[in-house]
């Protein structure tokens, strides 16, 4: 535990992304395995001990320490497992420090019940960082501020290799990493991850800015529509197949109509859509289907979930990324075309003669399925990461209406002293009496500066009429110009219409509440 | 005859703790006729007093932070004298704390009292190790008075303050300390641990870094931290250490030096958030007061039934020297600092 400790006990308190690699690369080169291998879990977010709560490890302070003295300490440090840490009574103990291993290999097969008296056991021999890093590492408190991709950076560093060469590897592996380990210390060679049917780190975009329009040769670039849904990886290899999402996570269970119907194989890129009598619906019946383990029969018929390729990585055994785009492109009609899988088909090839014609098609599009125009450079191979100047996002401009500031919530964080969450609506008529009513239509807490963040904060106070907890409802007084990209039917709304990402785009401190928007010239944006 | 308890004959007044029959004040907080100053840490040793006693060093101390005073009568006691004050007699033991620091031992018609002022147990090489003195009642600070406060092996700190100096070879180390005592302790035990390098002091640690060199306590090649045109060029930094008083290390003052690595020595340092409040990127727990477990030790060592408590975290402490069958009291003396020479 001691190097891990230290590592844990200098991250805590460094802010630079530089001080810390030094400080992980530092550790990498000093650990022994598998010790590394289990911090660089710990690091990452990958190692979790359910088994172990806050409670058990007050229960434990409460064996060795007088309650009232450990009150008035936890009201002094104001953190559970850094007050037992440093309360600890030390008792003579004739056991070793445990080392990580030993922690995460006990723990990983102890009851629950039995948890604590493991845990005692480690407490005494350890010094009051070694139990701070065993109380936070079982507790999931660590919150060092390192990211898994700064790690990654870390063991490209270590092992003098590119960062790509990492993620290339990365989602084939489980802690406690031994083969990345061996590799990176160069005993063996890299991890051979050719029959397995691992992530391949995606190739990102670029958002277009409106002053590189005019530089850019567009001539050189594929355009394609850029579809409103999620991204995602199929990897079909060695007779398994996967759907992953963006970052990498493992999301096929809940999306077994796509999966069924990979009968290929092949690591395909492409979106993933709710797709009904053909049309592509809208972002929020795919978020119906988001963020579940499993799925229901209903679930299946109402939103069918559908994927639109755009690029293939491997057919095969055989490794395309390093193709120019247009012969992947080519390689891929050919195996669509040969494969024909249900559930799937091609995004389409945006044909244009020029920049003009594009910009015109991306203005006119107010498709709800697409958010604007993908462009890609003809040329280019598939690069992973966000490499310059080859995928460019060209997000069409969003909507705007005005809609009237209705309740405001505190913020979190260091907002957390201002009413920084703001609800908004649109005027109707009330369905019976036909008077004027708001209904809420979206929710913001950002596009405002600080300053006027301080001006809001102190117009809500002045205008409160209602206080329920956190939330505070206000006289119907002040004008938001709202931007979103888009806008959705929503039955769970009271509106009957949902944004997506609503912003606040300008305060508009002149005008009249009266003169906001009605609720049907927001339907009438629905695409 | 009984000895009288020291109840009945030391008061706590407004001005501080006073010896009736002696007719003095021990750490008066304000200005008085006849004081005697434990040690020289500000809080404890003011501007003033008519007459002072005090260890030869400590008077040193107070000369040089508060200056000459015209007028003032100075009584210099060596550690182990006996003197008569009025009806009483007094001597000065060490504390431990910084150089010259003394508990003051008074003694009535065969009734003692040990006011230690601030103390602590561990060694350190810059000044005399605490002597523990039997008496009837101890008063105690309590800076360090929750059980959470229980100081690491400074050697330890100091190593992890080596290790960061050899991982950022290209970055400057500033420790945060104070100038009376913290500063030359760190340097002391720099120097212990085989580190033979220049250490670079801020401008305002330099004359007590001389005063402890005049007292016989070597602190090797020290140098001004004056970076820039006329001082040192600022690449010599690299790799190096440099000591500055608290208030220096995340100011403008530090901005002279190569990409600092902002350190701190302090017992305050063993709480994470107090570290983190303060920007401090590398905290180094090295206290010169006496942490939780020995506090209660040394209630033991001087076997003394009752302890009087100064300053500092007195509900806790009174609750865990209650539990153990001594009798405490709080004597709730406002104006010493916590943070004074911790
Ligand atoms: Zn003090
Ligand atoms: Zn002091």
Same mark, same amino acid.
Not at chain 1, 65 to 82: I, R
Not at chain 1, 458 to 478: A, I, M, Q, S
């Given at each position: 535990?001691?190097?891990?400790?230290?590592?844990?006990?200098?991250?805590?308190?460094?802010?630079?992304?530089?001080?810390?690699?030094?400080?992980?690369?530092?550790?990498?080169?000093?650990?022994?395995?598998?010790?590394?291998?289990?911090?660089?879990?710990?690091?990452?977010?990958?190692?979790?001990?359910?088994?172990?709560?806050?409670?058990?490890?007050?229960?434990?302070?409460?064996?060795?320490?007088?309650?009232?003295?450990?009150?008035?300490?936890?009201?002094?440090?104001?953190?559970?497992?850094?007050?037992?840490?440093?309360?600890?009574?030390?008792?003579?103990?004739?056991?070793?420090?445990?080392?990580?291993?030993?922690?995460?290999?006990?723990?990983?097969?102890?009851?629950?019940?039995?948890?604590?008296?493991?845990?005692?056991?480690?407490?005494?021999?350890?010094?009051?960082?070694?139990?701070?890093?065993?109380?936070?590492?079982?507790?999931?408190?660590?919150?060092?501020?390192?990211?898994?991709?700064?790690?990654?950076?870390?063991?490209?560093?270590?092992?003098?290799?590119?960062?790509?060469?990492?993620?290339?590897?990365?989602?084939?592996?489980?802690?406690?990493?031994?083969?990345?380990?061996?590799?990176?210390?160069?005993?063996?060679?890299?991890?051979?991850?050719?029959?397995?049917?691992?992530?391949?780190?995606?190739?990102?975009?670029?958002?277009?800015?409106?002053?590189?329009?005019?530089?850019?040769?567009?001539?050189?670039?594929?355009?394609?529509?850029?579809?409103?849904?999620?991204?995602?990886?199929?990897?079909?290899?060695?007779?398994?197949?996967?759907?992953?999402?963006?970052? =990498?996570?493992?999301? +096929?269970?809940?999306?077994?109509?796509?999966?069924?119907?990979? $009968?290929?194989? %092949? !690591? *395909?890129?492409?979106?993933?859509?709710?797709?009904?009598?053909?049309?592509?619906?809208?972002?929020?019946?795919?978020?119906?289907?988001?963020?579940?383990?499993?799925?229901?029969?209903?679930?299946?018929?109402?939103?069918?979930?559908?994927?639109?390729?755009?690029?293939?990585?491997?057919?095969?055994?055989?490794?395309?990324?390093?193709?120019?785009?247009?012969?992947?492109?080519?390689?891929?009609?050919?195996?669509?075309?040969?494969?024909?899988?249900?559930?799937?088909?091609?995004?389409?090839?945006?044909?244009?003669?020029?920049?003009?014609?594009?910009?015109?098609?991306?203005?006119?599009?107010?498709?709800?399925?697409?958010?604007?125009?993908?462009?890609?450079?003809?040329?280019?191979?598939?690069?992973? =990461?966000?490499?310059? +100047?080859?995928?460019?996002?060209?997000?069409?401009?969003?909507? $705007?209406?005005? %809609? !009237? *500031?209705?309740?405001?919530?505190?913020?979190?964080?260091?907002?957390?002293?201002?009413?920084?969450?703001?609800?908004?609506?649109?005027?109707?008529?009330?369905?019976?009496?036909?008077?004027?009513?708001?209904?809420?239509?979206?929710?913001?807490?950002?596009?405002?500066?600080?300053?006027?963040?301080?001006?809001?904060?102190?117009?809500?106070?002045?205008?409160?009429?209602?206080?329920?907890?956190?939330?505070?409802?206000?006289?119907?007084?002040?004008?938001?110009?709202?931007?979103?990209?888009?806008?959705?039917?929503?039955?769970?709304?009271?509106?009957?219409?949902?944004?997506?990402?609503?912003?606040?785009?300008?305060?508009?401190?002149?005008?009249?509440?009266?003169?906001?928007?009605?609720?049907?010239?927001?339907?009438?944006?629905?695409? | 005859?009984?000895?009288?308890?020291?109840?009945?004959?030391?008061?706590?007044?407004?001005?501080?703790?006073?010896?009736?029959?002696?007719?003095?004040?021990?750490?008066?907080?304000?200005?008085?006729?006849?004081?005697?100053?434990?040690?020289?840490?500000?809080?404890?040793?003011?501007?003033?007093?008519?007459?002072?006693?005090?260890?030869?060093?400590?008077?040193?101390?107070?000369?040089?932070?508060?200056?000459?005073?015209?007028?003032?009568?100075?009584?210099?006691?060596?550690?182990?004298?006996?003197?008569?004050?009025?009806?009483?007699?007094?001597?000065?033991?060490?504390?431990?704390?910084?150089?010259?620091?003394?508990?003051?031992?008074?003694?009535?018609?065969?009734?003692?009292?040990?006011?230690?002022?601030?103390?602590?147990?561990?060694?350190?090489?810059?000044?005399?190790?605490?002597?523990?003195?039997?008496?009837?009642?101890?008063?105690?600070?309590?800076?360090?008075?929750?059980?959470?406060?229980?100081?690491?092996?400074?050697?330890?700190?100091?190593?992890?303050?080596?290790?960061?100096?050899?991982?950022?070879?290209?970055?400057?180390?500033?420790?945060?300390?104070?100038?009376?005592?913290?500063?030359?302790?760190?340097?002391?035990?720099?120097?212990?641990?085989?580190?033979?390098?220049?250490?670079?002091?801020?401008?305002?640690?330099?004359?007590?870094?001389?005063?402890?060199?005049?007292?016989?306590?070597?602190?090797?090649?020290?140098?001004?931290?004056?970076?820039?045109?006329?001082?040192?060029?600022?690449?010599?930094?690299?790799?190096?250490?440099?000591?500055?008083?608290?208030?220096?290390?995340?100011?403008?003052?530090?901005?002279?030096?190569?990409?600092?690595?902002?350190?701190?020595?302090?017992?305050?340092?063993?709480?994470?958030?107090?570290?983190?409040?303060?920007?401090?990127?590398?905290?180094?727990?090295?206290?010169?007061?006496?942490?939780?477990?020995?506090?209660?030790?040394?209630?033991?060592?001087?076997?003394?039934?009752?302890?009087?408590?100064?300053?500092?975290?007195?509900?806790?402490?009174?609750?865990?020297?209650?539990?153990?069958?001594?009798?405490?009291?709080?004597?709730?003396?406002?104006?010493?600092?916590?943070?004074?020479?911790?």
């Amino acid at each position: 535990m001691t190097p891990f400790a230290q590592l844990l006990d200098r991250l805590i308190y460094t802010p630079s992304r530089n001080t810390k690699l030094a400080l992980i690369v530092d550790y990498f080169r000093h650990a022994p395995d598998p010790d590394r291998g289990w911090a660089l879990a710990a690091l990452t977010g990958a190692l979790s001990f359910p088994g172990v709560k806050a409670g058990a490890i007050r229960e434990l302070a409460m064996r060795r320490v007088d309650p009232v003295l450990f009150g008035w300490s936890y009201d002094y440090v104001g953190d559970l497992a850094e007050t037992t840490a440093l309360i600890w009574p030390e008792r003579r103990s004739n056991r070793a420090w445990p080392t990580l291993s030993e922690v995460v290999e006990r723990l990983r097969t102890t009851a629950r019940s039995d948890a604590p008296d493991v845990i005692e056991e480690w407490l005494d021999p350890l010094d009051a960082t070694g139990r701070w890093a065993l109380l936070k590492l079982i507790t999931g408190g660590l919150r060092v501020g390192v990211s898994a991709r700064l790690a990654k950076v870390a063991l490209a560093e270590y092992g003098g290799v590119d960062p790509t060469e990492i993620e290339e590897v990365w989602h084939g592996l489980e802690p406690p990493y031994g083969e990345l380990f061996a590799w990176l210390d160069r005993r063996t060679p890299r991890p051979d991850l050719e029959d397995k049917p691992v992530f391949r780190p995606p190739m990102l975009a670029h958002p277009l800015e409106d002053d590189e329009v005019e530089g850019l040769d567009f001539s050189a670039f594929l355009a394609e529509w850029k579809w409103d849904g999620i991204r995602v990886q199929i990897v079909a290899r060695g007779g398994e197949k996967r759907l992953y999402s963006r970052t =990498g996570d493992d999301i +096929g269970a809940a999306f077994p109509d796509v999966l069924d119907h990979v $009968t290929f194989e %092949a !690591v *395909l890129d492409g979106e993933l859509l709710v797709v009904a009598g053909g049309e592509v619906r809208p972002f929020n019946e795919l978020q119906q289907r988001l963020n579940r383990k499993t799925v229901t029969g209903a679930m299946l018929r109402k939103y069918p979930a559908f994927v639109r390729l755009y690029d293939i990585l491997f057919e095969g055994a055989e490794d395309l990324r390093d193709l120019p785009l247009v012969e992947r492109r080519a390689r891929l009609e050919a195996f669509h075309a040969r494969t024909a899988p249900q559930r799937m088909d091609l995004s389409a090839i945006v044909e244009f003669a020029g920049r003009d014609e594009l910009e015109a098609l991306r203005a006119g599009a107010r498709d709800t399925a697409t958010e604007g125009l993908m462009l890609k450079r003809r040329d280019a191979p598939y690069v992973a =990461g966000r490499p310059k +100047g080859l995928w460019y996002k060209w997000k069409r401009g969003p909507l $705007t209406v005005d %809609a !009237v *500031l209705m309740y405001a919530q505190r913020g979190h964080g260091k907002r957390s002293s201002f009413y920084s969450d703001y609800t908004f609506g649109a005027w109707r008529e009330h369905p019976e009496t036909g008077a004027p009513e708001l209904v809420p239509v979206g929710k913001a807490y950002f596009g405002f500066t600080d300053d006027e963040l301080k001006l809001l904060d102190k117009w809500v106070r002045d205008h409160t009429v209602n206080r329920f907890g956190p939330v505070r409802e206000v006289t119907h007084g002040l004008v938001f110009e709202v931007a979103f990209d888009s806008i959705h039917r929503s039955p769970r709304h009271k509106s009957g219409v949902a944004m997506r990402f609503p912003r606040i785009s300008r305060i508009r401190w002149d005008k009249p509440a009266a003169e906001a928007d009605r609720l049907e010239t927001l339907e009438k944006l629905i695409g | 005859m009984i000895a009288p308890h020291p109840e009945t004959w030391v008061e706590v007044r407004p001005q501080g703790l006073y010896v009736v029959p002696g007719g003095f004040y021990v750490d008066p907080l304000r200005a008085v006729d006849r004081a005697v100053i434990t040690h020289g840490h500000s809080d404890h040793a003011r501007p003033g007093h008519r007459a002072v006693l005090a260890t030869a060093e400590t008077l040193a101390i107070m000369d040089h932070r508060i200056g000459a005073q015209p007028g003032q009568a100075k009584q210099p006691l060596a550690y182990g004298e006996v003197v008569r004050l009025g009806e009483v007699e007094v001597s000065l033991h060490p504390a431990g704390h910084v150089l010259g620091s003394a508990q003051v031992l008074i003694e009535y018609r065969g009734s003692r009292i040990v006011v230690s002022g601030d103390y602590k147990r561990r060694a350190d090489p810059t000044c005399a190790p605490f002597v523990p003195v039997r008496c009837d009642v101890f008063v105690t600070e309590a800076t360090f008075g929750l059980p959470v406060f229980r100081h690491p092996d400074d050697r330890a700190e100091i190593a992890r303050l080596l290790d960061s100096v050899r991982l950022f070879p290209e970055r400057c180390h500033v420790v945060g300390v104070y100038s009376l005592g913290k500063a030359q302790r760190v340097i002391g035990l720099l120097r212990e641990a085989g580190w033979d390098r220049p250490i670079y002091a801020h401008g305002a640690l330099l004359p007590m870094c001389a005063l402890y060199e005049a007292h016989g306590v070597s602190l090797g090649d020290l140098r001004p931290a004056t970076a820039g045109a006329k001082g040192v060029p600022k690449d010599e930094f690299k790799g190096g250490i440099v000591l500055a008083p608290p208030s220096a290390i995340i100011d403008r003052w530090a901005r002279r030096l190569p990409d600092p690595v902002v350190c701190m020595a302090s017992g305050w340092m063993r709480v994470r958030q107090r570290a983190r409040q303060g920007g401090v990127e590398l905290p180094l727990v090295i206290s010169d007061h006496a942490d939780w477990d020995e506090l209660l030790q040394t209630f033991d060592d001087v076997g003394a039934p009752e302890v009087w408590i100064t300053h500092g975290r007195e509900e806790a402490l009174m609750h865990a020297a209650n539990a153990r069958g001594y009798r405490a009291r709080a004597l709730a003396l406002v104006g010493y600092e916590d943070e004074g020479g911790s």
